[in-house]
């Protein structure tokens, strides 16, 4: 029997029953016991929307399912034709499961009291989720092992600080040296994808991004995978390094390692322009204004380079303030790419190198003014 108070809840169309004491923010740790995150509803909508623009019908683990939230709102809102299965290794999480998709009718999930690594040996998916408490590396191999050829794996990592070089053992437990440099974000989660691209390449799995994602406390990437040895090597030949001069600001990303650098991590691309021009932002989503903004942002930097700018970094280093926002990607594109990043609200994307935009970005350039100065 489940102990815990409960309150009703609903989040997108679905009515549920949730722990009392639900986390509100933050990665939170329930173990053993109950848990939700309300914040993590926008993580859920993206879920929703995903496996929406697949379009086709899909078989489904839910591999860590806690109250069972993500598996409903997918069965109920995906309008996809699926199969789910929810598992969780808490006793109290299985029965929360039980009456939950029992009061919402749902008889296409089967639930499991069972670990994620069994869970997915069982059987074959086109979508996989991982939601772990903390690092996801060790459900990651079986993840790849089980996911269908042409199927999706969604992964959230809240070991943000290890990801992102504040905390030592990326090395460790990435295969990836990451650094904390301005643009830390970008590269925390081009390491975790550069990690799955290694180890799906090992079983001849070619695994290329196809969301990335960084939003309050977690990273999340959604990851197509392949059967083929050929696709699988062309995936580890966009691994790389990456490596930034304090004094100049300059970023590079290149094949060879740096001294004092970081990779080998991925330097593609880290959306899919088509996946993202098929998603929609249901009306019900409750992260309707924030989703819809961001689809915008990742739709402008998928095509993007690596490694971004933060506006206050170049202002220091110039010694002037830069324009808004706006009006620095305007006056980029007049000579470059340049567009916003979801990794900075003060960050943006360019071919631009330094030296090109302290002069491009001077205010005493004839005829561009500083109005609108940050
Ligand atoms: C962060 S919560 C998942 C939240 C859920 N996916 C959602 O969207 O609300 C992590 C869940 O994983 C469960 N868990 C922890 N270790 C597990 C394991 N090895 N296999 C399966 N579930 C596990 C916990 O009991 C907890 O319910």
Redesign the pocket.
């Known amino acids: 029997m489940v102990e815990e108070e409960l309150v009703k809840l609903r989040e997108g169309k679905v009515e549920f029953l949730a722990p009392a004491g639900y986390n509100v923010s933050g990665p939170g740790k329930r173990?053993?016991g109950l848990?939700?995150?309300r914040q993590?509803e926008m993580n859920?909508d993206v879920c929703v929307s995903i496996l929406n623009a697949l379009g086709r019908r899909v078989r489904v683990l839910?591999?860590?399912?806690?109250?069972g939230?993500?598996s409903a709102r997918i069965a109920v809102e995906s309008g996809v034709e699926c199969e789910i299965d929810a598992?969780?290794?808490?006793q109290s999480?299985v029965e929360l499961m039980d009456r939950n998709f029992g009061s919402l009718g749902l008889e296409n999930v089967r639930i499991h009291r069972r670990?994620?690594?069994a869970a997915m040996a069982e059987g074959s998916f086109d979508y996989i989720?991982i939601?772990?408490?903390g690092t996801p590396v060790r459900f990651i191999p079986q993840a790849l092992m089980s996911v269908r050829s042409g199927g999706i794996i969604g992964v959230t990592a809240t070991d943000t600080a290890m990801l992102c070089g504040s905390a030592r053992g990326s090395g460790r437990r990435y295969l990836c040296e990451s650094r904390r440099w301005p643009f830390m974000h970008e590269l925390g989660i081009r390491c975790l994808i550069g990690y799955m691209v290694r180890i799906g390449a090992s079983f001849d799995r070619a695994v290329t991004p196809v969301l990335s994602v960084f939003a309050d406390h977690y990273f999340r990437v959604y990851v197509k995978v392949e059967n083929g040895v050929g696709r699988a090597e062309r995936m580890l030949g966009r691994m790389g390094y990456a490596s930034y001069d304090a004094g100049t600001r300059e970023r590079y990303v290149g094949q060879t390692p740096v001294s004092g650098g970081a990779g080998p991590l991925w330097t593609g691309e880290l959306h899919s322009s088509s996946l993202l021009s098929s998603m929609k932002c249901m009306d019900w989503f409750g992260s309707r204004r924030r989703l819809e903004k961001m689809l915008g942002v990742w739709r402008d930097e998928a095509e993007a380079p690596p490694l971004f700018y933060n506006m206050d970094e170049l202002s220091r280093l110039f010694g002037y303030s830069l324009p808004s926002l706006s009006r620095t990607i305007e006056l980029i594109r007049g000579s470059f790419t340049a567009c916003r990043t979801h990794f900075d609200p003060k960050g943006f994307k360019t071919d631009a190198g330094v030296g090109e935009l302290r002069s491009l970005l001077a205010p005493a350039s004839p005829g561009k003014g500083i109005s609108g100065a940050a």
């Open positions: 173990e053993g848990f939700y995150n993590m859920r839910d591999a860590m399912a806690a109250t939230i993500r598992a969780d290794t808490s999480a670990g994620a690594i989720d939601d772990p408490f």
